[in-house]
């Protein structure tokens, strides 16, 4: 059975090729000359992928060879992207070119090295992605603790742009619910995996549809209730939705019951419109969601445009990417600082501008290969704990991005998300580079040979190896 | 659980779907919306990127560029501050521009079709040449003995209005207006300091923002016999000799006509001349009922009253919007012709209404022979490089009198200034024409002071006409202080060249 890991490797060089293109097309286009060092951060980073590579070698040699150089491109570009924009703030303050370590980009590096230590230590730890669910109650604690810890902190302490979803301390801030939605997938996948069965008893028939009994509606109704009470509480459709749609959608996979699915809409819909009408009507703290909803519906509206917390970020945003049109002005010729916020949640902006439709439909298609490549993981892992955990994280994943993505281009209401792997911001790079160590292992057990972790369900026609010490017998690990 | 999962990756999918489709809409459909609309500070920047075309007069620039540090990179600067502002207007980084610089912004900007040729050129050999340069009519020692005047009146009259126009061509020598402002905090680059400088001189009552040369119409007073005294002589009825009668006192339909002092007119007859002279209200208030409304109306129009349409700028083009002037309805409810109103508008009061620009006009067209020539501002447009592109041909707007008429009119305003109430303007070596006029406004308010006239040089040709309006003159004798200005402007003119 081949591993692939040189396919892994020869992909990682050529985005890093990539990444390194990228950096010199900036500083020819913001100097005005491709500096000696242009590729010193690409080569940086290529040690640091390497590193990691070299770990999955030993940890997980049937892991996934798509997943770690499509998620190095878009870290990479990160990295790019907020170094130019380092070169563009230094050179129009007049100051010489900042060194490599300087500014944000500097610090995006360091995040990366740390987000990497942590993904490795996640893989040499974690040998069978089934351990996890033995700390399921413990990680479900936790990801409610740290959802609810913004909301429960005050304004000062917990506040940017109008959505409370920071601990910050100091000059330090952290996104907890960034780490959140790994505990909750894992406890999730555990919850369901053992109550599937109940939950996916029919009562009623509709339209061709198998409802629930009533009383076994309790968990996704608790679920909802939280997920309103993060809207409402931390001004955050978009978290509300992540967390909800997250929680659907593993119901979904471990019953295989599209009533789950349409319930959940339903409740999430009415429930958004109902905050939106509280909005209209009552206000307090109905009255963030709904002032969103007006700045969604008619950004240019001058009233939205020239209040205070209004449309003026949502039409930079779509001015930004707009002015990049079909081509974008090419890499470091354009002007992300008129775009607000540009480095973390409107990142995606910043770049269209830059590298135009056809670029960002490219960093698009990288996106869903990840999140695509997430699912195949969970498609071929054999034990449901392990589907439910790549399903979830994939999907989760995928969502995010759309949420945050489509709230910067106008689809949607905007919400604070990062965007993953991209946007400034050690939080969101580690959560999602521990997510990538989680679907590597799962990875690994659903290409390897059977009998190592999870097993294959293909059929492959590779030799079986001896099973390694660490990945016993444990087959099912989930206790009636 | 592998069925559920697949379909889960559908999800992912159709929401990467919408993500696509709407960027198509907004970096493909939405693009160049998106990229020249208002709120887009890149479309502000680029317009910094070359330098605007300069704003001269008389060889002094009066609008030009600064090279700054930051991301816009000319600050534009007007030097002569106040003097100019009413004609310049100013252009700003986010407010709405005026005056020139918004009438000829296409130029300046370097956008217009006319400099096409200078950016492909441009294009070529990677030069940003700048926008073109507009070179203006106005006479700047005319202009800045204007201003000069105006603000340091004897009378300490806060608001008024001058026009210096070259009657035979229609180019504007002098266009100022007070209280004025300095344009350069408008055009800071801090667009808050800029947006607050703004609000101050729109907040003040006295609206220095205003140009009243072009923008307020007042009622004329006695300028208004100059028209009255047009319509006799052009119905072929009157001569200057003609004996028309007058009194102290003349009551019409309700409306009580006195003469300015009792010494004016007491008689009970007066000739044309010697009442324009004098400035003899019951004989023009009895000889406008006596031609009628029609006469006095259409003559009026006939010299630009009622006109919204004119714009002082370029002739071929846009310019500083002028405000029509009015003579209001003279007509009762049922539409017969009110003669109380005829007797009084033929004085200039009632509903009339008059711009200064007007008022210069009027004065103009005396002193060319009857040939009202339309005003303008831009005398040229100079390419980038200094290539003239573009030089002002004088229009005939209208021919509103009779060559003969014209004549007339002329020996009658020569006399007002050299025998009557416009003492005050003569200039030595010249011979000044023109009329003074006092207008009552409201109850209880010093009344406005105007002088409109004209000065020929000594080879008979008319170098200047001018209007001068003060708004609220006390101490009486409202008109002489504006006779002064006036005669001092045309001085000014004839000083510094004289064409």
């Known amino acids: ?140 604690l936790v990801g409610i603790v740290l959802v609810m810890i913004p909301a429960v902190l005050p304004s ?77 509480f931390e001004k955050d459709l978009g978290t509300a939705l ?157 969502l995010q991005v759309f949420v945050i993505l489509g709230g910067i281009t106008g689809l949607i209401p905007l919400t ?65 | 659980m592998n069925a559920p999962l697949r379909r889960a990756g559908v999800v992912i999918l159709v929401l990467f779907g919408l993500l696509f489709a709407n960027l198509n809409w907004v970096q493909a459909y939405k693009a160049d919306e998106y990229r020249t609309n208002d709120f887009n500070r890149r479309v502000v920047v680029a317009q910094y990127e070359r330098p605007r075309g300069v704003i001269e007069a008389g060889g002094k ?21 106040e003097i100019y502002a009413p004609v310049l207007g100013y252009r700003p980084v986010s407010l709405a521009a005026t005056g020139i610089e918004a009438s000829e912004n296409d130029f300046l900007s370097g956008e217009s079709d006319k400099l096409f040729a200078d950016r492909v050129k441009d294009m070529f050999t990677g030069n940003n040449t700048g926008g073109g340069n507009i070179v203006l009519s106005l006479n700047t020692k005319a202009q800045e003995t204007a201003y000069k005047e105006l603000l340091n009146n004897e009378r300490n009259v806060k608001k008024g209005a001058a026009v210096a126009i070259d009657p035979r061509t229609g180019a504007v020598q002098a266009m100022v207006s007070i209280p004025s402002y300095d344009p350069n905090p408008l055009v800071s680059h801090n667009e808050k300091s800029a947006a607050a400088a703004y609000n101050k ?55 009580v006509i006195r003469n300015a002092e009792d010494e004016v007119c007491p008689g009970s007859q007066i000739s044309l001349k010697e009442a324009l002279t004098e400035s003899c209200n019951t004989g023009f208030a009895k000889l406008g009922v006596k031609l009628g409304r029609d006469k006095v109306v259409e003559m009026a129009k006939a010299f630009g009253f009622e006109d919204d349409k004119l714009t002082v700028g370029n002739l071929t083009g846009s310019g500083l919007p002028v ?60 390419s980038p490089d200094r290539r003239t592109i573009y030089t002002a041909s004088p229009k005939v707007a209208r021919t509103p009198i009779s060559d003969t008429v014209a004549g007339d009119l002329k020996d009658m305003m020569v006399s007002v200034v050299e025998n009557g109430t416009g003492k005050k303007a003569k200039i030595s070596g010249y011979t000044v024409g023109g009329k003074t006029g006092t207008a009552q406004n409201a109850v209880g308010a010093d009344p406005h002071g105007w002088f409109i006239g004209f000065a020929y040089n000594d080879k008979g040709e008319p170098i200047s006409a001018v209007c001068v309006m003060l708004e609220n003159v006390s101490g009486g004798h409202a008109s002489a202080e504006a006779a002064r200005i006036s005669g001092l402007i045309m001085k000014a003119v004839a000083g510094g060249g004289g064409d």
């Open chain 2, 201 to 255: 001189l729109l907040k003040d009552d006295d609206q220095p923002l205003l140009n009243r040369a072009t923008q307020e119409t007042l009622p004329p007073g006695s300028t208004m016999k100059v028209i009255i005294s047009a319509a006799a002589l052009s119905s072929g009825q009157y001569t200057q000799q003609t004996e028309i009668p007058a009194g102290s006192s003349y009551s019409e339909s309700g409306a």
């Open chain 2, 61 to 81: 620039g009066l609008a030009q560029n600064q090279v700054t540090e930051d991301a816009l990179k000319y600050l534009r600067v007007y030097p002569k501050k």
């Open chain 2, 323 to 382: 405000a029509a002037s009015h003579t209001g309805d003279i007509a009762n409810p049922d539409g017969s012709v009110d003669k109380g109103a005829l007797a009084q508008s033929s004085i200039g009061q009632r509903d009339v209404r008059m711009t200064a620009i007007q008022g210069a006009m009027i004065a103009a067209t005396v002193a060319n022979g009857g040939k009202q020539m339309r005003p303008y501002l831009v005398e040229k447009e100079l």
């Open chain 1, 242 to 398: 992540l967390y909800f749609g997250l929680f659907v959608v593993t119901l979904y996979v471990a019953t295989e019951r599209a009533s789950w699915l349409i319930i959940g809409l339903l409740l999430f819909f009415g429930g958004v419109y109902l905050a939106y009408l509280l909005g209209a009507s009552v206000g307090g703290p109905f009255a963030n969601f709904y002032d969103r909803a007006q700045v969604w519906l008619d950004p240019f509206a001058l009233s939205n445009y020239e209040r205070n917390g209004g449309s003026y970020q949502l039409v930079q945003s779509l001015l930004s990417l707009g002015t990049g049109g079909l081509f974008g002005s090419g890499p470091g010729a354009g002007s992300p600082r008129f775009v607000p916020e540009v480095q973390t949640d409107f990142i995606f902006a910043g770049m269209g501008e830059e590298i135009g439709l056809f670029g960002l439909a490219a960093l698009l298609v990288v996106y869903l290969l990840i999140v695509e490549r997430g699912l195949r993981a969970g498609l071929g892992v054999r034990d449901s704990f392990g589907k439910l955990v790549a399903g979830g994280l994939a999907f989760t994943l995928g």
């Open chain 1, 416 to 480: 604070g998300q990062t965007t993953p792997f991209l946007s400034a911001g050690g939080s969101s790079l580690m959560a999602n580079w521990l997510l990538i160590a989680m679907l590597l292992r799962i990875s690994n057990a659903a290409r390897g040979p059977a009998n190592s972790g999870g097993g294959s369900d293909r059929p492959g026609p590779g030799p079986k190896k001896a099973p390694t010490q660490l990945h016993g017998a444990m087959t099912e690990v989930i206790q009636p």
């Open chain 1, 156 to 232: 000062s302490l917990s506040e940017v742009n109008g959505a409370k979803l920071w601990i910050k301390l100091g000059g330090f801030s952290i996104q907890p619910g960034e780490f959140a939605k790994l505990a909750l997938v894992s406890f999730f996948a555990y919850y369901l995996v053992r109550k599937r069965e109940v939950l996916s008893l029919a009562s009623k028939r509709f339209v061709g549809i198998d409802f629930p009994r009533g009383r076994d509606l309790g968990p996704v109704v608790t679920v909802w209730l939280l997920s309103l009470l993060v809207l409402v």
């Open chain 1, 1 to 140: 059975m081949k591993t692939h890991r040189n396919a892994e490797l020869g992909l990682l060089a050529f985005v890093m090729v990539l990444v390194a293109a990228y950096g010199a097309t900036v500083e020819a286009n913001r100097i005005g000359e491709i500096t000696p060092t242009f590729w010193v951060p690409a080569a940086l980073l290529s040690v640091l992928f390497l590193g990691l590579h070299v770990v999955v070698r030993f940890t997980a040699p049937y892991a996934d060879p798509v997943l770690i150089p499509a998620v190095a491109l878009i870290n990479g570009l990160g990295v790019g992207f907020l170094r130019r924009l380092d070169i563009g703030d230094a050179l129009s303050e007049k100051l010489p070119v900042p060194g490599i370590f300087a500014g944000i980009g500097g610090r995006q590096l360091a995040w990366t090295l740390g987000s990497l230590v942590l993904a490795a230590v996640l893989l040499l730890v974690v040998r069978d992605h089934k351990v996890v669910s033995r700390y399921a109650y413990t990680l479900g």
